[in-house]
């Protein structure tokens, strides 16, 4: 599938979020070579865009699903989906969830869901990878142009900037607080991926808006007035900081904006 090209503000939308009503936008592409067949587990928290899509794959693929989720047992839209889409849960506390690549909680993720797959948080791996460098092709038609995309774990922005034609460069935008760990995070997924790291990307750490799924009135304005404009509501999660960004750093003329998710 290839998502459609549309402009807004004089960028260019590439509209990942149409690509499954829902399993959408990086999601599609990060899951995309990780589903085998078997059951898959992972990681979120309690409103994990990545929990809902692993959840719907499972359901329409037809193979078992578990979410470690962090934090106090809740319900809410996105868990209630999943648990709909016959995903079955495990709630770690926010320490434990912190050392969720450790040994032990691993042991403990592992007894819970036997013969599951472990699935990293966000989905990002070398799979993830490859199903993100496809939509560098994609964008071949346009000769050159700074690709731009909303960062969380690094996976998405590490294919996209792999799988970029010549000329073109990508840049990622931080959601994250202190994102400056991504750097090592791309580079080390890329390095999994491909056994090098590509020279064509940089990483933007100064539009998280105080950080991950926090906004301010600020950004809450440009939502709105993006929205009024262009009929399209940027969630104040990923898009609209990425959005916000590129239009504080002029690069509308050349960018293209990869909407990784639901809007």
């Known amino acids: 599938m290839v998502s459609p090209l549309t402009r807004a503000d004089g960028v260019l939308l590439k509209r990942d979020d149409l690509l499954h009503p829902d399993i959408p936008g990086n999601k599609w592409r990060k899951l995309k070579y990780n589903l085998t067949g078997e059951p898959i587990v992972t990681f979120g928290g309690a409103y994990s865009n990545h929990i809902r899509a692993v959840a719907a794959a499972g359901r329409e693929f ?52 036997p013969g ?19 939509i560098g092709p994609e964008l071949a038609h346009l000769g050159e142009a700074v690709v731009c995309c909303p960062v969380g774990t690094g996976g998405t922005l590490a294919g996209l900037a792999a799988g970029l034609p010549p000329g073109f460069t990508a840049v990622g935008f931080s959601v994250l607080k202190g994102g400056s760990f991504l750097y090592d995070e791309v580079a080390r ?47 104040h999660v990923y898009t609209a900081k990425m ?4 239009r504080a750093l002029g690069l509308g003329p050349t960018a293209v904006a990869v909407i990784t998710g639901r809007v």
């Open 243 to 246: 959005m916000y960004g590129i």
């Open 189 to 235: 997924l890329q390095t999994e991926a491909l056994g090098h790291v590509t020279p064509n990307w940089r990483v933007e750490t100064g539009f998280h808006f105080g950080g991950y799924a926090r906004t301010t009135p600020e950004l809450s304005a440009f939502i709105g007035d993006f929205e009024t404009r262009h009929g399209l509501r940027l969630d």
């Open 62 to 113: 037809g193979f078992p699903t578990g979410g470690v989720i962090r934090g106090e047992p809740v319900r809410n839209e996105v868990l209630d989906f999943a648990v709909a889409c016959g995903m079955r849960l495990m709630f770690l506390d926010r320490t434990r969830y912190r050392a969720k690549t450790s040994p032990e909680v691993l042991r403990l993720v592992r007894e819970e869901f």
């Open 116 to 134: 599951h797959r472990v699935l990293p948080e966000g989905g990002s791996n070398a799979e993830a990878v490859r199903g993100c460098m496809e």
